[in-house]
């Protein structure tokens, strides 16, 4: 069995254990209700897929938000993605594992215990959904594009403007904008054609590095905003079908001045 399947089994399986406690009723009333649920979860499914993953490839650590300096195979997994959602009842979540080596992602698995959907994607391989090849879509240009981003994480509050400024802009050039979390669950869309694009400013590396490399996979594009190759760690992403990328790009750096916006914020550390 090679380590993509070998990989997609142990994703399944955590995926399974959150699936055992999950339930539609679940409505927490307060923020302590919704962290004692998030930890829960957290060490539901972490514990036993580290261990796992860790049996699979024993040289390789484990990353946090960010890939440590210097080369060597890295785990970017997320243990409970979209655990907000879980802990509401919702259907939006699932086990994010990513590999990484020497700065490349090298294999994904995004598993979706809600309707039974397991996404892979190995480099030069394609990405692929329960066995069928995935595609982005062919769509050229925003007037009929679907496109999106994510809310900024707890503490980032110098994003804000930045994600206001984006929808405010794409509002007036797409034809629908979505903003979501997680980040992971749009950026699977756009892997499967069902959205265009999808961009967000300072992403923490489990949201994205699954999802960038699955669209790439599908023929779509993964950079930064401003159009450089996405690699780990970088401090946007915007991935996006070939012939919406251009567009996206344009109007987040060009006609909204964001370009101006982000580059200030940058300088102000």
């Known amino acids: 069995m090679s380590l993509l399947d070998d990989v997609t089994r142990a994703a399944t399986e955590a995926g399974d254990r959150l699936l055992s406690v999950w339930t539609p009723d679940a409505r927490p009333a307060d923020r302590q209700q919704m962290r004692v649920a998030a930890l829960r979860n957290e060490e539901l499914s972490g514990g036993p897929l580290k261990e796992a993953l860790t049996a699979l490839r024993p040289d390789a650590g484990f990353a946090e938000d960010d890939l440590p300096p210097g080369g060597g195979a890295w785990w970017v997994v997320d243990n409970a993605e979209g655990s907000v959602n879980h802990v ?42 329960n066995g069928r090849r995935l595609a982005v879509s062919t ?15 707890a503490g980032q509050s110098r994003t804000y403007e930045r994600i206001g400024r984006s929808i405010t802009a794409m509002l007036d050039r797409a034809f629908l904008v979505r903003a979501t979390v997680p980040s992971t669950f749009p950026m699977l869309l756009v892997a499967a054609g069902h959205m265009d694009a999808f961009w967000q400013y300072q992403p923490v590396l489990p949201g994205v590095a699954t999802g960038a490399l699955l669209v790439n996979e599908a023929g ?50």
């Not at 509401?88 to 990484?100: D, F, K, M, P, Y």
């Not at 769509?139 to 994480?153: W, Y």
């Not at 946007?236 to 964001?258: F, Y």
């Open 139 to 153: 769509k050229q240009g925003l007037d009929i594009a679907v496109v999106g981003t994510g809310q900024a994480e």
């Open 220 to 269: 779509g594009l993964a950079t930064t905003i401003d159009g450089r190759p996405w690699t780990p760690g970088s401090d946007t992403v915007l991935i996006a079908a070939p012939g919406v990328h251009g567009p996206v790009r344009d109007v987040l750096n060009g006609e909204t001045g964001l370009g101006e916006v982000t580059r200030a914020t940058a300088a102000a550390g």
């Open 88 to 129: 509401h009842g919702l259907t939006e979540w699932g086990v994010s594992v990513a590999l990484i080596e020497d700065g490349r992602t090298r294999l994904a698995v995004f598993r979706r215990p809600i309707g039974d959907l397991t996404y892979t994607a190995a480099r030069g391989h394609g990405a692929w959904l």
